[in-house]
């Protein structure tokens, strides 16, 4: 079984100052883990993945998330807000080859004041 | 390059008419498929992953059915719309189980 949690439903931050997005997950298995990002009346964009490689994980964007297995966490953050950045975020758990059904949190919606 | 199309972008359709909505993937080959509903400032809902050609699995009962005619194209269809069907519906790919999926741009469906 596996289960996400997306602790905030909005975020609110300055242009110009840190994001943090947080993520916790349940998984029975070595999980791969998702962050996507989706604009108004789009598509979802994968931000990053990880896959049981380097904890730290680098994406596009500027953002980036560390895998941490002891407090089953998989955190977003970016240094800098940009005003392009306001969205809705979405954390992804995958249990590994053998399932077909990845599980999704709820989304965070960031809100980006000028 | 893999690419996924959606048609069509906008829908709009009185209850009790039918419904299709239709998903292609080009550059790869036996994806898995997938159908999502988003109602509106909600997540995503799964309704329907295939593994192949003519295999379709459905998450969660409803009015709506899903076909996979040929190993890259995905159809989501209605008999009789409901005015909760209205949404936003992605459909999404992906090469194996635990791999990321890619998205499709998504059509908003609105019933009146």
């Known amino acids: 079984a596996q289960s996400v949690t997306q602790l905030d439903s909005h975020v609110s931050v300055s242009e110009g100052t840190p994001v943090l997005l947080r993520c916790n997950y349940s998984?029975?298995?070595?999980?791969?883990l998702f962050w996507y990002v989706q604009h108004p009346n789009k598509g979802l964009q994968l931000l990053l993945k990880y896959t049981s490689a380097a904890t730290l994980v680098k994406g596009i964007n500027g953002f980036e998330a560390e895998f941490k297995k002891s407090e089953t966490s998989f955190h977003l953050t970016k240094p800098s807000a940009h005003m392009s950045d306001a969205a809705e975020y979405f954390c992804v758990v995958s249990p590994p080859g053998g399932s077909y059904i990845p599980t999704f949190g709820r989304g965070t919606s960031l809100i980006v004041h000028p | 390059s893999q690419t996924i199309h959606q048609w069509p972008a906008t829908l709009v359709q009185p209850v009790g008419s039918p419904l299709s909505l239709e998903c292609t993937v080009e550059g790869t080959s036996n994806p898995n498929l997938y159908w999502y509903r988003q109602a509106a400032g909600r997540g995503l809902q799964l309704l329907f992953y295939s593994v192949g050609i003519g295999q379709i699995s459905s998450e969660v009962p409803q009015n709506l059915s899903a076909s996979r005619p040929q190993d890259r194209q995905f159809i989501l269809s209605s008999k009789k719309l409901l005015l909760s069907d209205s949404g936003f519906y992605l459909c999404?790919?992906?090469?194996?189980?635990?791999?990321?999926?890619?998205f499709g741009p998504g059509t908003r469906l609105t019933v009146l």
């Open positions: 999404a790919w992906r090469v194996v189980a635990g791999a990321e999926q890619f």
């Open positions: 998984s029975s298995y070595s999980p791969s």
